[in-house]
């Protein structure tokens, strides 16, 4: 597969013509080829984004919602090929792609085509002498950049959004995983997008990534990515007092009381530690166990988590995939190390597994399920984003929340109990900005999502990406003289 950047609504090959290799996770082979675009391809991204804009941000919302529904047509119509292409590209089993990332794409598109005919703005009267009205007007050109874990999910949770708000879009998907973005710019041209008003340019983080955050036409940046990159990111947004909506990492507590619902927990916390291979940044990557059940939750847990079927994505009986890049296995492969000289007890996985030929080569990983470390170890507190999770007794109520509150992170967390007023209650005080009772990544669209502390900034669905992609411009009329 021979990727291009699409910009003015035409493929086209970087300024340099120069090209990245892609890797297929499954097998550890080159696949295909990217753009290595660098600052001259945002340049002409921007350029074409701003010529497009007049048209783009005067249309009536009816019209830019027809254009994003017919979007959202057409990947529906090319599901399976775009399913494919996922789990080719980023190692998800397939079904995974079939049921979940592509469906979610499709409805990003048409939640925000519907969500902005039932945009009302406010007004506020002040009496016979006059009355203010509040406009929310699109920024111009906004620049989204998206990572490789959930790629035409993310991606187009970013600029869905930004285009139904009314603003032309230069966006960059990461670099390990570009092929359904790139799938996407062809269904632009063939269902007429308008040419300019998204652009979609490939290449490495810190050449076009960076070049759209610096380049002085890009009003605002939404991220999803790594918290160092997000600092990155902030610091030279801020010196242009850009506006910045980062969805960074985290450290999710998945905590478990006494008095849960034993099964569904059990259960849930197979699918919350391991799902994507763990590279969600929901996952509840550390498990804390009332002291009481704890072993028999573990016993329960590790027998589940023994009978996942690692394999090829595409096969279906596939329950965890290939992990994203050799580099992204062999990261995780030293924090395993890393928990190891803690003194952590490895209960199951924590090796590679070797698939017969064409898969040899491709980066499978066991499911890991790690105990006997303290929250405070660097295993308990720093981001994996693999098949690792850690399995922790508290005492109390206090402990649970003081281990689930004890990173730097504040990204999500989920709570497994009966009582209904604990429930509330740890709720409330736990310091993250999504919290699930007695379910996992249950989403409504309209809801606001996002993290804490080092978990980001700002918050993405709903009329909360309409209000990040809009400017609140108030007129005041004077009526009486
Ligand atoms: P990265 O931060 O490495 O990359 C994210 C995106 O930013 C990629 O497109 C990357 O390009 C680009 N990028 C890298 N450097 C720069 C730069 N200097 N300027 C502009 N753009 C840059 O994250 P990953 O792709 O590794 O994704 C994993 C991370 O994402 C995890 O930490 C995970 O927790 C987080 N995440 C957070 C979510 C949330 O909603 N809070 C959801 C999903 C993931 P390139 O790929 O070329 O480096």
Redesign the pocket.
């Known amino acids: 597969m021979r990727i291009l950047n699409y910009i003015d609504g035409k493929l086209q090959e970087p300024v340099n013509k120069k090209f990245l290799d892609n890797y297929q996770p499954a097998t550890g082979e080159v696949y295909g080829e990217i753009p290595d675009s660098r600052k001259e391809d945002i340049d002409l991204a921007v350029e074409a984004a701003k010529r497009a804009y007049p048209i783009w941000s005067s249309m009536s919302p009816g019209d830019r919602s027809k254009h994003l529904m017919n979007l959202s047509h057409a990947i529906e119509k090319n599901l399976e090929e775009l399913a494919q292409a996922e789990s080719k590209d980023n190692g998800k089993p397939l079904k995974l792609a079939q049921t979940v990332d592509i469906p979610r794409a499709r409805d990003n598109f048409s939640f925000f085509a519907t969500a902005i005919l039932h945009e009302e703005n406010a007004m506020h009267d002040m009496g016979k002498h006059a009355f203010n009205y509040t406009l929310r007007k699109p920024l111009g050109v906004v620049g989204c950049?998206?990572?490789?874990?959930?790629p035409l999910y993310?991606f187009s949770w970013k600029i869905a959004p930004a285009l139904a708000a009314g603003n032309c879009v230069v966006a960059?998907?990461?670099?390990?995983t570009p092929a359904t973005a790139f799938l996407l710019s062809k269904l632009c041209i063939e269902v007429g997008f308008p040419a300019g008003v998204l652009n979609i340019v490939h290449?490495?983080?810190?050449h076009a990534?960076?070049a759209?955050?610096e380049h002085p036409d890009t009003k605002a940046i939404s991220?999803?990515?790594?918290?160092e990159?997000?600092k990155?990111?902030a610091e030279t947004a801020a010196g242009q007092f850009k506006k910045t909506s980062l969805?960074?990492?985290?450290k999710n507590a998945n905590i478990i009381f006494e008095d849960c619902d034993f099964e569904t927990a059990v259960k849930t916390a197979v699918k919350s530690s391991f799902a994507n291979q763990g590279q969600?940044?929901l996952c509840g990557s550390r498990i804390l166990i009332h002291e009481s059940i704890y072993e028999k939750f573990r016993e329960a847990f590790v027998e589940q988590v023994k009978k996942l079927r690692v394999g090829p994505p595409d096969a279906a009986e596939t329950q965890v995939g290939a992990l994203v890049s050799l580099a992204h296995l062999q990261k995780v492969q030293q924090y395993i190390e890393v928990a190891k000289r803690e003194g952590g007890n490895i209960l199951c996985g924590g090796t590679e597994v070797q698939l017969n030929q064409p898969y040899a080569r491709g980066y499978y990983l066991s499911p890991t399920v790690i105990d006997g470390l303290a929250p405070s170890c660097a295993t308990n507190q720093e981001?994996i984003?693999g098949p690792v999770v850690t399995l922790m007794p508290f005492k109390n109520e206090e402990e649970a929340l003081a281990i689930a509150n004890g990173t730097k992170y504040g990204?999500s967390a989920t709570i497994w109990t009966q009582n209904l007023q604990r429930a509330h209650r740890v709720a409330a005080l736990l310091e993250v900005g999504i919290v699930w009772i007695n379910c996992w990544l249950v989403r409504d669209l309209r809801t606001p999502f996002?993290?804490s502390k080092a978990?980001?900034m700002g918050r993405e669905g709903g009329r909360y990406a309409l209000e990040f992609f809009t400017e609140p411009k108030n007129i005041c009329v004077w009526l009486n003289q």
């Open positions: 950049i998206s990572p490789w874990n959930l993310l960059k998907p990461s670099e390990v290449g490495l983080g810190h990534g960076q759209i955050v991220f999803t990515g790594g918290t990159t997000g990155k990111i969805e960074l990492g985290g969600i940044c981001e984003f990204l996002g993290g978990s980001g």
